[in-house]
């Protein structure tokens, strides 16, 4: 009697695990589909506008190697010449008149809503997994956790379409505090592929105050590895 209940209990439970497998791993080939269009390669550079309450910042941003990103300030004028650098799990701050760059976190908010993380990183595959899927069709949903505590966020609920092409990202906090949520927008054929050109951020902590994110002259290139140095960043 007790075998008859215990063997159909125990084939449930491996399906269940063998299933929770299988979306594990599809999840994570879409999410390596959505990276694939937001990033059109491991080396490439592009120009960023940002937009929030009256206030425009235009940056420069290089791309290398999928793990480090440089972004540079080219207006207002005040700010020329100031950089954010991120390298795989850290990030610095350079500010013209200061003796050397600073650590910042991927938290640190540039404009608005938007932080250093969302401009400097442009993959989400680097730093998250995912941990469950939902939804079909257009509307799949990915629970992403991070791999590491130096991550920027500790839950990001990403949705997408089947082909990868994302449509929404929710953030949150620890605890489940909702940060912000990210609507992308301006596909547009860019290096051989659709890809979003602007993102809109609402920022649920600011009363639903939002920014605008602008993506514009995508380029492949790889730029010097010299720049990637937090030393160097007052040399740029």
């Given amino acids: 009697m007790l075998k008859s209940i215990i063997k159909p209990a125990l084939i449930a439970l491996s399906m269940s695990v063998a299933a929770a497998g299988a979306w594990a791993a599809d999840g994570a080939a879409l999410l390596r589909k959505v990276d694939d269009i937001r990033a059109p390669g491991a080396n490439f550079t592009f120009d960023l506008t940002l937009n929030s309450g009256g206030k425009t910042e235009k940056l420069e941003v290089s791309v290398q190697n999928s793990t480090k990103g440089l972004v540079r300030y080219t207006k207002p004028t005040k700010m020329a010449g100031r950089s954010i650098l991120f390298v795989d799990k ?6 013209p008149g200061t003796r050397r760059a600073l650590r ?133």
């Fill in 90 to 95: 850290n990030m610095w701050v350079f500010v």
């Fill in 104 to 236: 910042i976190s991927p938290q640190q908010r540039v404009l608005g809503g938007v932080s250093s993380a969302d401009v400097a990183r442009t993959v989400y595959s680097s730093d998250y997994k995912v941990v469950s899927t939902s939804g079909s069709g257009n509307a799949i949903v990915l629970q992403l956790a991070p791999k590491t505590k130096s991550a920027a966020y500790a839950r990001i609920d990403l949705t997408v379409a089947s082909s990868g092409a994302p449509k929404q990202a929710v953030f949150y906090a620890g605890g489940g505090r909702k940060l912000k949520t990210m609507h992308f927008g301006g596909y547009k054929s860019v290096l051989g592929a659709s890809r979003p050109t602007q993102l809109k951020v609402v920022d649920h902590l600011e009363g639903g105050k939002v920014t605008t994110m602008t993506y514009s002259s995508f380029k492949k290139a790889k730029t010097p590895a010299a720049w990637y140095q937090p030393n160097n960043l007052n040399r740029l």
